[in-house]
C-alpha cells in the first residue's frame, strides 16, 4: 500500500531509484562488521579496558564503554568490571560503573565474591554506601560482606552495615561468623562492638574455634576473658547454638530474676530505712548536746551572776572595800 502511494505521488522511475537507493544502504549497512566487544561478547573486550580498570584511568574507561565494552563485561577470571573494580580499589571507576543504569551491581566472580564484599574488605564506605544504595545485597548465602568489613576492622563500614540489617551471627559455609573474623584478625575494637551490637560470642565453627580460642592464639588473654565472660552472660541468657535454652528454662530464668529483683529491692529499702534511722538518732544526739551545752552555759552565766551580786554585798558590809 505504501509502495503504490509512494509511486502515485512520484513518477514511477524515480521511486524506484529511491527505493533502490535505500535497500542498497540497509544492505551496506547490514555487512559492516559490528564492534568486537558486541559481535563476540565479553571474551572480546580488549587489554587495554582491564588495564585501564585496574588502574582507576576512569576516563579511559568511559571511553571504551562509550565504544561500546558492556557495563556487565566479565573478565574470565576476575569476573565482573564493577568487582574487578572493588578488588584493585578502583574508586572512581566503581563509581561509574554503578552509576550506569543496567549495571548489574551484585553479580559475584567466579570466587562468589561481590563488588559490596570487596568494598567492605577495604573499608571504603563511600562505596559501600553507593552500592547498598544502587541495590547489592547486605545478607547473602555464605560469606557475606560482614564477614569482609569485620576482617578489615573498619567500625564505620561495620556499623553502617548493622543499620542495614546486616545478620550479625551470619554463617559462612565453614560455620565462620562475622566475630570470628574479626577475632581472627586481631580487630579488638570490632570484636567488642558486634557482642555490643548482640553478636554470639559462644558459636564455633566446623574447625572447632571460637572467638576466645582465636584470640587467645593471638596472645589476646585479656580481651579473650572479657569474650569468655560475655560468653558465659550469653549462654545462661540465651544458651548455645548446639544447645540452645527451653521454654521452660527461659521461664524459670525470668523468675529466677525476677525474685532477684525482689529481693534487692527489699535489702535496697531496708538499708534505706536504717540510714533513716540512723540518720534520726544522729539527729536527736545532736539535739541533746546542744540543749545540754546551752544548759551548761546558762548556769555558768548564772553562777558568774550570783558570784558578781555576792561580792557587791559584801563589799557593802565592809567600809573601803571595793569592788
Avoid at 568494598?119 to 564506605?125: D, I, Q, R, T
Avoid at 566475630?179 to 554470639?200: F, H, S, T
Avoid at 527461659?250 to 529491692?265: L, S, T
Wanted: glycine share 6%.
Amino acid at each position: 500500500m505504501r509502495l503504490a502511494n509512494f509511486g502515485q505521488r512520484l513518477p514511477r522511475r524515480l521511486a524506484f531509484r529511491l527505493l533502490a537507493f535505500r535497500l542498497l544502504a540497509l544492505c551496506l549497512c547490514l555487512a559492516a562488521p559490528l564492534p568486537a566487544a558486541l559481535a563476540q561478547g565479553d571474551r572480546a573486550v580488549p587489554a587495554t579496558f582491564w588495564s585501564a580498570l585496574a588502574k582507576d584511568e576512569v576516563d579511559a574507561v568511559q571511553t571504551w564503554l562509550l565504544r561500546g565494552v558492556d557495563t556487565n563485561a566479565t573478565h574470565p577470571q576476575q569476573g565482573p568490571a564493577i568487582v574487578v573494580a572493588a578488588r584493585e580499589g578502583a574508586w572512581r571507576s566503581l563509581r561509574l560503573l554503578a552509576g550506569i543504569t543496567g549495571t548489574r551491581v551484585d553479580v559475584p566472580s567466579p570466587r562468589g565474591e561481590t563488588a559490596l564484599m570487596l568494598a567492605a574488605a577495604h573499608g571504603h564506605l563511600d562505596s559501600v554506601r553507593l552500592l547498598v544504595e544502587r541495590g547489592a545485597e547486605v545478607n547473602r548465602p555464605g560469606w557475606t560482606p560482614l564477614h569482609y568489613a569485620a576482617s578489615s576492622g573498619d567500625a564505620a563500614t561495620v556499623r553502617y552495615l548493622l543499620e542495614h540489617h546486616a545478620y550479625v551471627d551470619a554463617q559462612s559455609p565453614n560455620r565462620t561468623t562475622p566475630l570470628m573474623m574479626a577475632a581472627r584478625q586481631k580487630r579488638p575494637g570490632i570484636v567488642r562492638l558486634l557482642i555490643e551490637e548482640g553478636a554470639d560470642p559462644t558459636a564455633r565453627n566446623e574447625a572447632g574455634f571460637d572467638a576466645v580460642a582465636y584470640l587467645e592464639r593471638h596472645g589476646e588473654t585479656e580481651q579473650a576473658q572479657w569474650v569468655r565472660e560475655r560468653a558465659a552472660d550469653y549462654a545462661r541468657r540465651y544458651g548455645t547454638l548446639e544447645r540452645p535454652r527451653s521454654a521452660e528454662e527461659a521461664r524459670a530464668e525470668r523468675d529466677r530474676a525476677a525474685e532477684d529483683a525482689e529481693a534487692q529491692r527489699q535489702r535496697a529499702a531496708e538499708a534505706a530505712e536504717r540510714d533513716r534511722r540512723a540518720a534520726a538518732a544522729r539527729a536527736e544526739n545532736e539535739r541533746r548536746l546542744r540543749e545540754a551545752e546551752s544548759a551548761q552555759n546558762e548556769r555558768r552565766r548564772a553562777a558568774q551572776a550570783a558570784e558578781v551580786e555576792r561580792r557587791k554585798a559584801l563589799g557593802s558590809r565592809l567600809p573601803g572595800m571595793r569592788d
